[in-house]
């Protein structure tokens, strides 16, 4: 639960920003679905969560 509130406040924010700056492009556009997913809890949402979760945990078990 806490993983999904701190990416809605961190999609929120990136594409806040990416949106103000008015260079909207292929990534920036991506950032605004995700965030539009989380929001919505449509029924891919939690397909979506759940890759978002697995790729925190991957990036979280890499050794520096």
């Given at each position: 639960m806490a993983v999904s509130i701190?990416?809605?406040a961190l999609l929120a924010i990136i594409a806040f920003l990416l949106i103000k700056k008015g260079g909207l492009n292929a990534?920036?556009?991506i950032v605004c679905i995700l965030l539009g997913f989380y929001l919505a809890s449509s029924s891919i949402a939690p397909?979506?969560?759940g890759a978002?979760?697995?790729?925190?945990e991957m990036i979280g078990g890499i050794k520096f």
């Open positions: 701190s990416a809605v990534g920036h556009a397909t979506i969560s978002t979760s697995r790729v925190i």
